[in-house]
């Protein structure tokens, strides 16, 4: 059967995609900072215990889970640009109405329901990043890690407006329903500028398989396996600083709070820097040579932290660790959706893989760090960066098309 090549998209096309995705990353972080920044207050609002907070979270964790699980079914049904508009405008809603229960009768049944909405938000970060990885082919060059580094500066934003709106004694109430509001609103412009994130690169790709089972049969790939794993290794490395690096640094190494929160910074500083300088690496010298490179850097970082007792050097294996962990989950997005027949399931499935990480590791660290000690239970983080250096080779990039203007 003759195919027709797909048209190639303009340049001004192009730019207006990649911001959008930009801005998409951003909001996400900016949501999810909005809930986490405000914690406190909720807890305050309904008299709760540390124990019941924990379970009212599970919540976003059951809602996340449940979206993963469904992300590749309803991609495929409904395509990654309106599945991003119909998802992100439910996540905002919840916010709203999460909002409005707040004001009203804060309820510890009505959170959690609504939260559950709130974490459904997974299924657009599956949708963002598989929109993401086709603009990247698109343009023909790296652009994943810049995405993954505005979603950090999405939450930095939204856990910095919070505290000044508590600071301000402005309402909960408030704060959310107005971040309800422009979310909502800034879904609905940005999917304006998305394109078909499923078309195919070529004229000779073949149609994308359409049935569950098809969906479901990447996961007996071995090379998304391998992926998966990297995106396992890295996110756990990155999800477990972001929980427990700073108690790890008053526990282990004698900093106090102010010190310890200093010090996640300095993680999450290098975090950012590393997806930012990562790029230009990644084109010259490809993903297997980079990740194997982080993977080294991350381990060094977390022998530094878990062994030196050194406050300043142990700052600089902090420094490290942060920088080896910044590119093994975006570059795992971008392996994953290489092949365009493939990449919403693949993509899908090493979100999975790898959300579950970020999900399942801290708890584990900290059920860990109650019988050895915070440092000693990082030790499991650094056995799974091994396995991301070892995994790295099922990531290698294939050739790319010419770059284009952008």
Do not use: C
Not at 5 to 11: E, L, N, V
Not at 105 to 118: E, G, H, M, N, Y
């Amino acid at each position: 059967m003759t195919r027709t090549a797909p048209r190639a998209r303009p340049a001004k096309e192009l730019r207006h995609w990649r911001t959008a995705v930009f801005t998409i990353f951003a909001l996400t972080g900016l949501v999810f900072a909005t809930w986490a920044s405000r914690v406190p207050g909720i807890r305050d609002l309904l008299g709760a215990s540390t124990q019941e907070m924990g379970f009212l979270i599970i919540g976003i964790s059951a809602g996340s889970i449940t979206g993963l699980i469904a992300a590749s079914h309803i991609i495929a049904r409904l395509g990654a640009t309106r599945t991003i508009l119909v998802v992100y405008a439910a996540v905002s809603v919840a916010m709203i109405a999460l909002g409005l229960v707040v004001a009203v009768a804060p309820s510890f049944a009505a959170i959690f329901v609504i939260l559950l909405v709130v974490g459904l938000s997974s299924v657009v970060d599956v949708a963002m990043n598989l929109s993401g990885a086709a603009n990247e082919r698109a343009i023909g060059r790296t652009i994943m890690p810049l995405f993954h580094a505005s979603f950090s500066g999405g939450t930095v934003l939204g856990a910095a407006l919070g505290s000044l709106l508590e600071a301000a004694g402005v309402p909960i109430a408030v704060h959310f329903a107005g971040v309800g509001v422009v979310a909502l609103a800034t879904t609905v412009v940005l999917v304006r500028f998305l394109q078909p994130a499923e078309q195919p690169i070529d004229a000779t790709a073949e149609v994308a398989p359409s049935t569950w089972r098809d969906r479901l049969s990447v996961w007996r790939d071995r090379r998304v396996l391998l992926i998966g794993a990297v995106a396992l290794g890295m996110a756990f490395a990155e999800g477990s600083a972001n929980d427990w690096l700073s108690l790890a640094m008053v526990d282990g190494h004698g900093l106090d709070n102010a010190g310890g929160a200093a010090v996640l910074a300095v993680f999450l500083a290098a975090m950012t820097v590393g997806r930012i300088g990562g790029v230009p690496l990644l084109d010259r010298f490809g993903r297997v040579p980079v990740l194997r490179g982080t993977a080294a850097l991350a381990v060094v970082g977390l022998l530094v932290v878990i062994f030196v007792p050194v406050d300043g050097i142990a700052v600089v294996g902090v420094v490290l660790w942060g920088l080896g962990a910044s590119l093994g989950f975006p570059v795992a997005m971008s392996a994953a959706a290489d092949d365009p027949r493939t990449a919403t399931a693949t993509v899908s499935a090493v979100a999975t893989i790898g959300y579950f990480a970020f999900l399942v590791g801290p708890p584990v660290i900290g059920v860990l760090g109650e019988h050895v000690g915070i440092l000693n239970a990082l030790l499991v983080v650094l056995v799974l960066v091994v396995g991301t250096g070892l995994a790295a080779p099922a990531a290698g990039s294939p050739s790319r098309p010419a770059a284009r203007a952008a």
